[in-house]
């Protein structure tokens, strides 16, 4: 049976990763008779909203506990990850990708990966293994690659422009649909960068772990 590691960022779409679409990616692993183990970089968080109104919260909190609430506690360090032991990688968006895995929420092009993350990407590619991203994860891959990577966003113009900034290449997407990059092993889809429905990402996420699958 297959194994696919999957990185979050947090729990929460502000400020972790998007609920939604981690759990409809395990599920889709799940469904699709392969199984998952979850990482997490044991950091704070950039910050900690409540999501209801967005309001900034006088407190801490740590990617990697966080993260358990979505894991149901069985969450490993990130710094702990091996390429050899995978057989495909996956991180599911939410802003905490933009805030926690990378600086892209702050800095966009210019951004700044977290080392674990870099590691861990830079790893999969190395031993030729796929490499899947909802959401805004798709930034981190054409951070970390560059040299003309296809991904996807969905739609979102700005977005678009940093990824091709740093040497990616976008395409325009539409719900469900998934980019792969052939060359590179990658696979993307929008997800909630587009105004989905959680149908609409449930869609993206299972059709990104089949076209994986299909390469393992």
Same mark, same amino acid.
């Given at each position: 049976?297959?194994? =696919? ?8 779409? $502000? +400020? ?12 889709? =692993? ?8 979850? $990482?997490?970089?044991?950091? +704070? ?8 109104? *967005? ?5 801490? !909190?740590?990617?990697?506990? %966080? ?25 599911? &968006? ?12 702050? +800095? &966009? ?8 993350? %870099?590691?861990?990407?830079? *790893? ?49 997407? #539409?719900?469900? %649909?998934?980019?792969?990059?052939? #060359? ?10 587009? +105004? ?5 990402? *449930? ?11 299909? !390469?393992?």
């Amino acid at each position: 049976m297959k194994k =696919i590691a999957v990185i979050l960022a947090g729990s929460g779409v $502000f +400020d972790g990763s998007e609920i939604h679409e981690a759990t409809l990616t395990l599920y889709s =692993i799940s469904k699709n008779g392969a199984n998952y183990e979850i $990482f997490a970089p044991d950091i +704070d968080q950039y910050h900690v909203l409540n999501h209801m109104g *967005g309001v900034e919260l006088p407190e801490k !909190r740590n990617v990697l506990v %966080e993260s358990a609430r979505i894991a149901r506690g069985a969450v490993k360090k990130l710094s702990d990850f091996d390429p050899a032991s995978y057989d495909a990688l996956i991180i599911p &968006g939410g802003f905490g990708v933009a805030k926690n895995l990378c600086t892209f929420a702050f +800095d &966009g092009a210019d951004c700044s990966v977290n080392p674990d993350v %870099e590691k861990a990407l830079k *790893g999969m590619k190395e031993v030729g293994k796929p490499i899947g991203a909802l959401c805004i994860s798709p930034v981190l891959l054409a951070k970390v690659f560059g040299n003309n990577v296809e991904v996807t966003i969905g739609q979102d113009e700005e977005a678009a422009s940093a990824i091709e900034a740093v040497g990616g290449v976008h395409k325009k997407t #539409k719900h469900g %649909e998934v980019v792969i990059d052939e #060359k590179n092993n990658l696979f993307t889809t929008p997800c909630y960068m587009l +105004d989905a429905t959680i149908a609409q990402v *449930g869609e993206g996420a299972e059709n990104l772990v089949k076209e994986m699958l299909k !390469r393992m």
